[in-house]
Structures are given as structure tokens and as C-alpha cells.
């Protein structure tokens, strides 16, 4: 069994393994594996190919196709479109192994083993990450555990609260977001839906950001857009999203931190889930937002108010985010622009 990690240990794993040794990441579609390795390596500023072995008829779709060397009268394999010809190392992403035929996957063998296609070496420094599915919903192929043996493999199991904090930082629709925070278990869906015909919509990841890209503008979506959302994230969860429309939603950490006066009767109000939600906004807000341009003294002063406010399971909670490392800014903020709620904080934590 594959040991978990989450986005933040990924990144960990790619930074700390070194090149010659192959990742799998076993994880549902939709959760973001391409994006990640995409960016990492990106700014990395190593070039990444991803060939999707499902989609692969013959294994000369991977290794390239025979032709005579006439100076040689022997049979020669042509590079792939793919393959590095300058020398520059590339990170090579096989998606979809686990759907690979067969022959496919006899020929990534010796890629994995050897870093050579057809007599072909990658060049040196050239990373080799493979990505399956896991799950009775998916078609897949059996890999061959001497195939599996020459990976690293991982479950990638990122958190919700990790896409939260993607999603403020890339201008999702703030009613998904606060739709996720308050409804977790809606932004992959269910693992054990019994589907029908594999036509029943499930919510993932990529799913909500076309979601997002859809109302981003629209402010009261009307039953059409209903129906198009639906058809993305599936009848019930596009269901539940347009009824929490209707119902009273939580001031947004924006408005708390700039105008806390006017909030506090509300939050005074608000039962610990509620403030729990209310805490992981605020501190999204500091990791994904631009301060210089807003008055510092007004968010300092509104923080500090809001926190100090706060009865002492709602308390425990906002030091538990401060202190798990997720929020550097929100840290940063409050010991340069707020040291007495710091002072609280630590005299809170020698408390407990």
C-alpha cells in the first residue's frame, strides 16, 4: 500500500528526490497532477512533455517508427516527436499508464530502467513521472509489479483546504468558495457512486473551475445556466450549490477585515463551524491578496478586534491555522503589523 501526501508533501517529494529516480502518483482524475507538475517544473524551467499512454495504439507512438539506414542497410528507430533532440533534459510525464496497452507498457520497461528508447538516452537529468488512477469506476490495465517496482509511488490525496487557497490566489467565483468551504466532500465527489452507464457527473477540480468560468460574471444565474453547470458537476451537487444561493452566506473576509464594526452583531452569532469557516477565510485572505495597496492600520486594528472577539474554541481553532505553517503571510502580517494580537496569541497558547 502507497503512502499518502498531499499537495504540499508532493512538492516536497520533487524537490528531495533526485532525478534518476521515477514518481507514480496513484490519485482520481480531475485533482490536479498535470497542473502541479506542470507548474513546479515550469519555474523550474525544465521543458515537460506528457504523452498520454491511453491513447497509444502502438509502441511506435513512444519509441518512433523503423526505417532502413542506408549507409548501414540496418533497421533504425526515427526519434519520436517528442524526444529531446538538443540534449536539454526534459521531465517526461506518462499519464495514463494504468491504461496503457500492453506492448505499450513493455517498451516504458527499459525507459524506466535505463532512461533509453530504442537505443536512445535521455539526456542526462531527465526526470521520468508517471501518473494512474485508482478506482473500481476506472478501466485500467494491471501493471507488472516489476514495472511498479522501478517507481516511487504515492497516493496524491490533496486536501480541500490546499484548492481553497489555490482557488482565492486564481480568482475563483467566491460563491464556490465559500460553497467548498462550508461542503467539503463536493469538490472531488463521491469515490463509491454507484454510476450509470458512466454517464452519472461527478464534482472534481477541473470541474469547478468551469464552473467558475461560467458565473465568474453572472450575478444571479438564471435556470439554463443551472442546467449547463449541472452537466458539468452533476444534478445533485449543481443542486446544492444554486441552493446555497438562497441562504444567509458568511461575511466574506474582505468586508470583515476592512469594516469589522459592522459585522461584529453578525459574527457574534455564529456558531463554531461557522467561525471555523470565517477563520480559514481570513487567513486566505493574507496569503492571497496584495496588502500594500489597502490600509494597513484598518486590517491590523480589524483583525485584532475579530480575533480577540472570538470565544475560546473559536480561539484554539485560529492559533491551530496559525501555527500549522499553511498561512506564512497571515503569520508575517500579524508579527509586523500586529504585535499586540501576537501577544495574545502566545499568551492564549501558554494557556491551554
Known amino acids: 500500500m502507497a503512502v499518502n501526501i498531499n499537495t504540499q508533501e508532493l512538492l516536497q517529494v520533487l524537490e528531495s528526490t533526485p532525478a ?8 482520481r482524475h480531475g485533482i490536479g497532477k498535470s497542473q502541479i507538475l506542470t507548474d513546479y517544473f515550469t519555474q523550474k524551467g525544465m521543458r ?3 504523452l498520454f499512454l491511453g491513447q497509444m495504439s502502438d509502441p511506435g507512438d513512444l519509441i518512433g517508427l523503423p526505417n532502413k539506414d542506408e549507409k548501414s542497410g540496418k533497421t533504425v528507430f526515427m526519434p519520436p ?15 495514463e499508464l494504468n491504461r496503457a496497452r500492453p506492448e505499450v507498457l513493455q517498451t516504458v520497461m527499459d525507459l524506466t530502467l535505463n532512461r533509453t528508447l530504442a537505443g536512445r538516452r535521455l539526456p542526462e537529468g531527465s526526470r521520468v513521472i508517471s501518473a494512474v488512477n485508482d478506482g473500481e469506476e476506472y478501466q485500467l490495465t494491471d501493471l507488472d509489479p516489476a514495472l511498479v517496482s522501478r517507481f516511487n509511488v504515492y497516493n496524491f490525496r490533496p486536501t480541500a483546504q490546499e484548492w481553497l487557497l489555490w482557488a482565492s ?14 461542503n467539503p466532500k463536493s469538490l472531488d465527489g463521491s469515490t463509491d457512486m454507484k454510476l450509470d452507464q458512466g454517464l452519472e457527473k461527478t464534482p472534481d477540480r477541473r470541474g469547478w473551475a468551469k464552473v467558475s468560468a461560467i458565473i465568474h460574471d453572472i450575478k444571479e444565474p438564471n435556470n439554463v445556466h443551472k442546467k449547463i453547470i449541472s452537466g458539468i458537476i452533476g444534478m445533485k451537487t449543481g443542486a446544492e450549490f444554486f441552493n446555497s444561493f438562497s441562504t444567509d452566506r458568511l461575511v466574506d473576509a474582505r468586508s470583515l477585515l476592512t469594516n469589522y464594526a459592522k459585522h461584529k452583531a453578525a459574527v457574534k452569532k455564529y456558531h463554531l463551524h461557522e467561525l471555523s469557516i470565517l477563520n480559514e477565510s481570513v487567513c486566505r485572505f493574507f496569503e492571497s491578496n496584495d496588502i500594500s495597496t489597502m490600509n494597513i492600520e484598518t486590517l491590523s486594528k480589524n483583525l485584532a478586534d475579530y480575533v480577540k472577539g472570538l ?10 491555522l496559525y501555527e500549522s505553517g499553511n498561512y506564512p503571510q497571515t503569520v508575517l502580517f500579524i508579527l509586523k503589523h500586529a504585535k499586540p494580537l501576537y501577544v495574545v496569541i502566545q499568551t492564549f497558547v501558554k494557556m491551554l
Open 311 to 320: 470565544d475560546k474554541e473559536a480561539m484554539a481553532h485560529f492559533v491551530s
Open 48 to 50: 515537460i512533455t506528457t
Open 81 to 95: 516527436y517528442w524526444f529531446p533532440m538538443d540534449g536539454e533534459p526534459i521531465v517526461l510525464f506518462l499519464d
Open 169 to 182: 490566489k486564481n480568482d475563483i467565483d467566491s460563491r464556490i468558495i465559500s460553497f467548498i468551504q462550508e
Open 20 to 27: 534518476d529516480q521515477n514518481i507514480m502518483l496513484s490519485g
